[in-house]
């Protein structure tokens, strides 16, 4: 047991930090399926990972696999989209997070965030292409973070934009590089911020550097982002190793601490750092201790649950099931869960235009799942 744990343990009094913590901490949840309806729209995805909803209401879905996919509520699940780049599908790399272009309905665009290969490895990629029909023309790649590694760990790859449509992209540390997070020479565990060209905002905190694009810094794994829909920050949800989950509101040029400081252990029981705390250092706005492995996560925002408004929503990998965090006086309040019997890892979560909730499960045989309100 780490030294500090003690002041882990106790880290949920201390201001503006909130912990869920404490050996069975998943099973003390508030469980109500009993108010949710679950419906199976689509079978047989191979490990989707993002979700992205078009104006027609159809759905844009990756694969981790290498493919995007289009689900019409008609029409059912498309086969591939034709023309899209090859990836580098090595253990957690491969096709991941979609984002519609701000002017989608405009200009037809929309970007993907991808495990490419290249020299001496691999790295988290980012291509826009325009859509016509289940075709990509206009491919382009815009952003490769830098340095590529040999190895298939730890990409992030969630994309968010914001109201100046800005494009916000999470990279992990790549796992073996875990140092270097705190590294703004490079993009290890960080978030950058491009335009939608993939060119350097003027604005952000460290043109003058060698990895221009960053925005933040001292990240895990991002694998979790979303935009709030009143304050317009960015959310950003990162995996812990063993404990140390986090949800981070981000703010230009600061740092999150990773590996300095952390409320997590490796997984061989070793300590990462006997930190917990740096005044230079951001700090979580909730961490889960243990890990919930978290993943997709968004505002709810619309009208089928109504006491849901404003509420944040969080797929969990390793307890299977969606978490929906009340939020009081911006600060995280009672969590529920739901669908943890299903057994069924969460991958994604996103808020349909009619208010009902999306979720994506993870698995060689995933699924797309519809949640409506009880009737």
């Known amino acids: 047991m780490r030294k500090n744990s003690l002041t882990k343990r106790l880290a949920i009094l201390l201001p503006g930090v909130f912990v869920l913590c404490g050996a069975n901490a998943h099973s003390n949840e508030k469980t109500e399926d009993s108010k949710i309806q679950v419906k199976e729209l689509a079978t047989g995805l191979a490990n989707p990972w993002g979700m992205a909803f078009l104006p027609d209401g ?79 023309t206009n491919v382009e790649t815009i952003f490769v973070a830098e340095p590529l590694v040999d190895n298939g760990f730890h990409f992030g790859c969630r994309l968010a934009f914001d109201s100046e449509q800005h494009l916000y992209v999470s990279l992990g540390d790549r796992n073996s590089y875990m140092d270097e997070a705190q590294n703004t020479d490079n993009h290890f565990g960080t978030v950058v911020r491009i335009n939608k060209d993939g060119s350097v905002p003027e604005s952000n905190p460290f043109v003058d550097g060698n990895a221009p694009e960053i925005f933040t810094y001292g990240h895990r794994n991002v694998q979790g982002m979303t935009i709030h829909p009143q ?13 140390g989950d986090e949800v981070n509101i981000l703010s230009k040029g600061s740092n999150y601490g990773w590996p300095a400081i952390t409320y997590g252990i490796d997984y061989d029981g070793s300590v990462v750092s006997d930190k917990t705390h740096d005044e230079s250092m951001q700090q979580p706005w909730v961490y889960w201790d243990p890990s919930i492995a978290p993943s997709g996560m968004t505002f709810y925002t619309g009208e089928a649950f109504k006491d849901w408004q404003g509420d944040l929503l969080v797929g969990s990998l390793k307890f299977t099931h969606l978490r929906r965090i009340d939020i009081k006086d911006d600060k995280p309040g009672e969590q529920h869960e739901y669908l943890r019997d299903n057994s069924a890892r969460i991958r994604d979560v996103e808020v349909g235009p009619d208010g009902l909730i999306y979720l994506l499960t993870d698995s060689p045989d995933g699924k797309l799942l519809q949640l409506s309100p009880a009737k």
């Open 58 to 136: 159809d759905l844009l879905l990756t694969e981790r696999a290498g493919n995007i996919r289009r689900y019409s509520f008609d029409g059912g699940l498309s086969n591939p989209l034709k023309n899209v780049p090859a990836v580098d599908a090595v253990n957690q790399g491969g096709m991941l997070d979609i984002s519609l272009d701000p002017e989608f309905a405009n200009n037809q665009t929309l970007y993907f965030c991808y495990a490419k290969a290249g020299k001496g490895g691999r790295s988290s990629a980012v291509s826009k292409a325009t859509l016509k029909d289940n075709t990509l």
């Open 231 to 243: 304050t317009g920050a960015v959310w950003a949800m990162e995996h812990g190793p063993k404990g």
